[in-house]
């Protein structure tokens, strides 16, 4: 079993930046992969970002250069870190460990405001 808990969201204006945080306990190891899925209103839930043993990343197309996804082994934490956002990156962003078959945090709401 894997416990996440999430940290992090809320409203900010087009163009402003948030920290998302994730810590992690319970049956998981750096080589798990972790991640960060969004689930805009009223669409299905994406992937945004993960990462792999603190070194191998994927983003989504839409936010490579403006997002940073972080991971602190020792302290089995992963980090989103979002730049420059936009009204298209509102959504309910969910913390996980193991893909998409795996474990999830319960969410943490993101506003980005036009």
């Known amino acids: 079993q894997v416990q996440l808990v999430e940290s992090g969201g809320g409203l900010v204006q087009a163009g402003g930046s948030l920290r998302l945080s994730c810590a992690a306990s319970?049956?998981?190891?750096?080589?798990?992969?972790m991640g960060w899925y969004r689930q805009p209103p009223g669409m299905q839930r994406e992937l945004v970002a993960s990462i792999i043993s603190g070194i191998s990343t994927y983003y989504r197309t839409s936010v490579m250069g403006r997002f940073t996804i972080s991971r602190d082994n020792a302290q089995n934490t992963v980090h989103l870190q979002m730049n420059s956002l936009k009204p298209e990156d509102t959504g309910v962003y969910y913390c996980n460990a193991k893909g998409s078959d795996g474990y999830w945090g319960q969410g943490t709401q993101v506003t980005v405001s036009s």
């Open positions: 319970g049956s998981i190891v750096s080589k798990d992969v």
